[in-house]
């Protein structure tokens, strides 16, 4: 489990991998999902909506 970013997160993850071995699997998951949605929440919140 885990959230992001640390001081006000926007993202919140569980996540199970099936015959994964360790926790090490299912971080490098958690880590390219929130790192794929704050990017692009920030590419939107860039674009103006006028």
Do not use: Q, W
Not at 18 to 26: D, P, Q, R
Request: charged share 25%.
């Amino acid at each position: 489990m885990g959230y992001a970013p640390a001081d006000k997160p926007k993202i919140v993850l569980a996540i199970i991998i099936e015959e994964g071995l360790h926790g090490s699997t299912a971080a490098k998951v958690a880590t390219k999902l929130m790192e794929r949605y704050l990017k692009t929440k920030l590419t939107m919140n860039a674009v103006p909506t006028d």
